[in-house]
């Protein structure tokens, strides 16, 4: 998706990180060789107008950048999963989802 913001180096972590205190932020973590990953992905894209303009959505391929995700699981202190998604809200985890769980309905609601 176009407005999705790619997680590729530490900097863009802790910058969304810090963003998290004035606009929700959501981390995406796929596993681009995984079906579970790709139905996940699928959901998002499907239901993405649900989302859209609550918060920002945040994209990491966690087997290209896996320092990175292995950073966010432990500065946030959130269980390695994947695909997963994280919602952060003033720099706090406030909602985590893995696998099939994954459904943007329930995320907004997250959001409201």
């Not at 959901?43 to 320092?67: C, H, I, M, S, V």
Request: a neutral charge.
């Amino acid at each position: 998706m176009k407005s999705w913001k790619s997680v590729e180096v530490l900097e863009d972590f802790y910058t969304l990180l810090e963003n998290s205190a004035t606009k929700p932020q959501i981390i995406f973590k796929d596993s681009t060789t995984c079906g579970i990953s790709a139905h996940a992905k699928y959901r998002l894209k499907d239901g993405f107008e649900q989302l859209e303009g609550k918060a920002d959505f945040n994209y990491l391929d966690l087997l290209t950048y896996r320092p990175i995700s292995n950073l966010i699981a432990k500065e946030l202190k959130v269980t390695h999963q994947s695909p997963q998604i994280i919602l952060l809200k003033d720099k706090q985890v406030v909602y985590t989802s893995s696998h099939h769980a994954i459904d943007p309905a329930v995320i907004a609601r997250h959001l409201s």
